[in-house]
């Protein structure tokens, strides 16, 4: 299994659609400008998203549990960093959890929508 290029932005999208209220929720009181907010939960896909998706599947096989461990390792201690770095005031504590939480809930709903509907992406 691989990820094919062409399907590199809908998947995109999807993280973000995924990952936007959860972040949302956990950052709000700590970030209270919406638009702020909202570019920064962009940016911290931007910043994995294409890591996930073009260089671990060309180190590892995609769907084993050593790719899930070091992709979705990358996205929480990369995301957690830029939570970190971004909103100033923030716990490391906090960021982490944000980390977490958003990859986990991504990583499940996008494995359920893509059992539901295993063409949406490619």
Do not use: C, D, K
């Amino acid at each position: 299994m691989f990820f094919p290029a062409s399907a590199w932005f809908s998947a995109f999208v999807l993280t973000v659609l995924i990952e936007a209220p959860v972040a949302w929720f956990l950052l709000r009181a700590a970030e209270p400008s919406l638009v702020r907010l909202g570019l920064l939960i962009v940016f911290a896909s931007v910043a994995t998203h294409p890591a996930v998706w073009f260089v671990f599947t060309q180190l590892f096989l995609v769907g084993t549990l050593e790719y899930v461990i070091a992709a979705e390792g990358w996205a929480v201690v990369a995301e957690s960093v830029f939570w970190w770095a971004a909103i100033r005031g923030l716990s490391a504590r906090r960021a982490v959890a944000v980390g977490v939480g958003t990859n986990v809930v991504s990583f499940l709903v996008g494995r359920l929508v893509l059992g539901l509907w295993p063409g949406l992406l490619w």
